[in-house]
């Protein structure tokens, strides 16, 4: 039986401004991606997003993004790779101490935001960001956005990685995603959502904006926890898989 992991961005709550609907986010997906503090995220709101999955069974990861609270992580800057490298040791530290305390651990890691996309672009960066989280923990798990320079980079690193796909994100045809800025980037409807990621994983491709099919390995799929729309968008994308046949859980740990 095909199997898939479903992963959501989450704990980008901050003080008393809330975002997204994460409780019943942890209801619906497999993985999830925690922020850390840089782009969105506070150590109450890391502290309380660890616990609940962690009591629901769901793999924690961080998800560390640009030092850019004010731009939600979504707006590209010019920086250092070795700059790079220390956000992503400090942000994954932090999400370690959480999550220890929470009596669980951190599985995996994944980039967002304009981190995320400028390395899908430059497997230099995405060497950059994943070789410091591997110094800090040599066992964690690379989510990476499939048939990208992320996938490059985890390959060439040799560890052990997550290959990914969007269900609310329009693809280009060199499988990075459309820019937020073109109004038909994210997907806003649960049924195109649901039909498309079955389709996508049944034929293990991703389908670009003009039809062109990528074949890429895809372990895991991503959901934004900021859309409006996340948790409809959740429960149908889940729901197409099952039907289809598709078991979702965690993903394993493979290179």
């Not at 800057?77 to 009596?103: C, D, F, I, S």
């Amino acid at each position: 039986m095909t199997t898939v992991d479903l992963n959501a961005d989450m704990g980008e709550s901050f003080g008393p401004w809330p975002m997204g609907n994460d409780a019943a986010l942890l209801d619906i997906v497999t993985s999830a991606n925690i922020a850390c503090g840089f782009h969105a995220g506070d150590p109450d709101t890391m502290a309380q997003t660890m616990a609940r999955a962690a009591r629901g069974g769901v793999g924690i990861g961080a998800h560390p993004g640009l030092l850019d609270l004010q731009g939600f992580g979504r707006r590209r800057m010019t920086v250092p790779h070795e700059t790079l490298a220390n956000w992503t040791r400090y942000q994954l530290g932090a999400a370690q101490t959480m999550a220890k305390a929470a009596g669980a651990q951190v599985r995996h890691l994944k980039l967002h935001g304009a981190l995320g996309n400028m390395t899908s672009e430059d497997a230099e960066m995405a060497m950059a960001c994943y070789a410091a989280a591997l110094d800090v923990d040599p066992d964690i798990v690379i989510v990476a956005m499939a048939a990208t320079a992320q996938e490059r980079a985890v390959r060439d690193l040799g560890c052990a990685y997550a290959a990914e796909i969007f269900a609310d994100r329009a693809y280009n045809d060199d499988a990075t995603l459309v820019d937020r800025s073109q109004p038909h980037a994210v997907i806003h409807d649960p049924d195109h959502a649901a039909r498309r990621i079955a389709e996508m994983v049944s034929e293990g491709a991703i389908v670009t904006d003009t039809g062109k099919r990528i074949p890429t390995r895809i372990d895991t799929i991503c959901m934004h926890g900021d859309n409006a729309d996340a948790v409809a968008l959740s429960r149908a994308v889940r729901s197409g898989l099952e039907t289809a046949g598709i078991e979702v859980r965690r993903f394993a740990a493979r290179r």
